[in-house]
């Protein structure tokens, strides 16, 4: 097997090699309402995970503002799971948002839960609301937008 450029560190861009990408959207099918200070989750070192339309998947927020490839993140905030309306890219430091209000960036990506899905983090400073306490409802929206500043 070949070695991971992200990992050995000899991929070279500026600061990111996605250049530009399509928003990726999904639609909220499970409100959560759950807090965890233990949770000892452990972020890939992948800045990028490809997704299909129709997977499923937890949204998680931190607000450790350190999270990110590699991290282990212990103060979570349980916030939905989502279907894919479309297929395509995540990457982190995508701008996230929930019925266009944003609510964070993307931290990560952590396979416990693999194969049945993944969970997804999102580091806020200002969003640390369970689905329940943001008032969010079935159907409501998530948005991954590419930031090319990240």
Request: charged share 20%.
């Amino acid at each position: 097997m070949s070695p991971d450029p992200y990992k050995d560190l000899s991929i070279k861009h500026p600061p990111n090699p996605c250049y530009s990408k399509i928003p990726v959207i999904g639609t909220v099918n499970t409100l959560l309402h759950a807090k965890n200070d233990r949770r000892a989750l452990e972020i890939s070192p992948y800045p990028s995970r490809a997704f299909q339309k129709h997977e499923v998947h937890e949204l998680i927020i931190t607000p450790e503002m350190d999270a990110g490839p590699n991290a282990v993140v212990n103060n979570v905030i349980y916030f939905c799971f989502f279907e894919m309306d479309n297929s395509g890219v995540l990457w982190v430091g995508d701008t996230v948002e929930v019925d266009g209000v944003e609510i964070g960036t993307l931290a990560g990506y952590d396979f416990t839960h693999l194969p049945n899905h993944m969970n997804i983090i999102v580091k806020s400073d200002h969003f640390l609301k369970t689905g329940k306490e943001a008032g969010s409802s079935l159907g409501s929206k998530i948005k991954f937008t590419f930031n090319p500043t990240t």
